[in-house]
C-alpha cells in the first residue's frame, strides 16, 4: 500500500511560481511512473504532468513550458515546479503513483488527497 502526501499549495499571484512536493510512503516493490493531475470545479480531472522511473517526461498542452515535473527516486518524492501561473491554473492538484506493492502483483494507481492551488488575477 502507497500513501501519498501533497504540500506546496497556497494563494499565488498570477505571473508568480509555486512548487508541489508529493511524498510517497509506506510497503511497495516499486514505483513506477508518477504524475500530476488537477481538478477545477466543474471539470473533470485532467493530467497536468507525468514522469517515468527513468525520467521521461510528459507534460499537458496547457501547461509545456511553464511546469517542470521531476522526481527524487531515492526519497520517493516528486516535484511540481509551476511558473508563470495563471488563474485558470487554480485547482485542486492531485499526486498519483502507480506502484507494485510485490514484485508477482499488476500495478495499481495511489492518489493524494489533493492540494489546493489558488492563482489571483
Known amino acids: 500500500q502507497v500513501q501519498l502526501v501533497e504540500s506546496g499549495g497556497g494563494l499565488v499571484q498570477a505571473g508568480g511560481p509555486l512548487r508541489l512536493s508529493c511524498a510517497a510512503s509506506?510497503?511497495?516493490?516499486?514505483?513506477?511512473?508518477m504524475g500530476w493531475y488537477r481538478q477545477a470545479p466543474g471539470n473533470q480531472r485532467e493530467l497536468v504532468a507525468s514522469?517515468?522511473?527513468?525520467?521521461?517526461?510528459n507534460y499537458a498542452d496547457s501547461v509545456k513550458g511553464r511546469f517542470t515535473i521531476s522526481r527524487d527516486n531515492a526519497k520517493n518524492t516528486v516535484y511540481l515546479q509551476m511558473d508563470s501561473l495563471k488563474p485558470e491554473d487554480t485547482a485542486v492538484y492531485y499526486c498519483?503513483?502507480?506502484?507494485?506493492?510485490?514484485?508477482?502483483?499488476?500495478?495499481?494507481?495511489?492518489w493524494g488527497k489533493g492540494t489546493l492551488v489558488t492563482v489571483s488575477s
Open positions: 509506506g510497503r511497495f516493490f516499486s514505483i513506477n511512473a
Open positions: 498519483n503513483a502507480n506502484s507494485k506493492r510485490l514484485s508477482t502483483v499488476p500495478a495499481m494507481d495511489y
Open positions: 514522469i517515468k522511473g527513468g525520467g521521461g517526461t
